[in-house]
């Protein structure tokens, strides 16, 4: 049984059809969110066959939103219709459920429920997942190779790392790497060797032979030498002995 006395159930009822009187003239005042207009109105064009899908994009999104406003509408107005069905036949405040009794304080944030907290169909998350992520998922989908160590090609993730150095939409402050300061190392994994596994392979070269040993002093071996991993002593006795 209900716990409300009749100036309460009366005041939830009062807000219930001032809610639905509401909807129903907002629908009314824009024609359902202009949807009772074809988009042909909304374009000025007699059809949108012969046109690029961007030519009409704005009219495209803006009719996608009013079809999910009036979804929206439509769901709460069943929902009054419900409640207000519930008022007539007793049943209103008791939790379809449980048969619980709902508190009073629900019903009066929420005066469409049917549900108690508890079982408010409301809080439970969807798990339902877009199909298309079977096939995106890893990153770069089917095509990246990242976790096959036996796998060391050109995969989906080098192809994308090509295209992005050319720019993209994102800025520093969406990178994944949160140590980024500019544009120049944002792109993922920006310090990946390029073309080799160690450092030293990218400036150690030999002749055809495999006998006389150079050294190439490009970036990479600054680098290697500013980190403390090459020793300039060495370099000079090795080139020396494979003379």
């Known amino acids: 049984m209900t716990t409300m006395n009749g100036s309460q159930l009366q005041l939830l009822r009062d807000r219930l059809l001032n809610d639905q009187h509401d909807i129903e003239r907002r629908l009314a005042e824009n024609e359902h969110y202009g949807l009772a207009s074809s988009l042909r109105d909304d374009t000025g064009e007699l059809s949108p066959i012969d046109n690029h ?7 495209l999104y803006e009719r996608e939103k009013d079809i999910a406003l009036l979804e929206q509408e439509d769901l ?5 219709d419900a409640a ?6 007793g049943t209103y405040g008791i939790c379809k459920a449980c048969g619980e009794a709902i508190p009073f304080e629900r019903l009066e944030a929420v005066p469409d429920t049917l549900y108690c907290i508890e079982h408010s169909p409301r809080q439970q998350i969807s798990r339902d997942r877009p199909a298309e992520e079977s096939l ?9 190779m990242d976790q096959q160590s036996s796998y060391n090609g050109f995969d989906g993730e080098d192809a994308w790392q090509i295209v992005e150095q050319w720019g993209n939409a994102d800025s520093p402050a969406l ?4 140590e980024v300061t500019d544009y120049n190392h944002m792109s993922i994994e ?7 596994v160690e450092p030293i392979e990218s400036f150690v070269a030999t002749d055809i032979t495999g ?3 150079s050294v190439i002093r490009n970036r990479e071996y600054n680098r290697y030498m500013q980190s403390g991993e090459g020793d300039h002593g060495l370099e000079y006795e090795e080139l020396y002995d494979n003379k």
């Not at 899908?53 to 009219?59: H, I, L, R, W």
């Not at 990178?175 to 949160?178: A, I, P, Q, T, V």
């Not at 920006?190 to 080799?196: A, K, L, R, V």
């Open 84 to 89: 207000l069905e519930a008022m007539n036949n």
């Open 136 to 144: 995106l998922n890893p990153p770069f989908g089917r095509s990246s």
């Open 190 to 196: 920006y310090d990946e060797n390029d073309g080799f």
């Open 175 to 178: 990178s994944e790497n949160r």
């Open 211 to 213: 006998r006389h040993v």
């Open 53 to 59: 899908p961007g030519d009409t994009a704005t009219e």
């Open 76 to 80: 709460q107005l069943s929902r009054i």
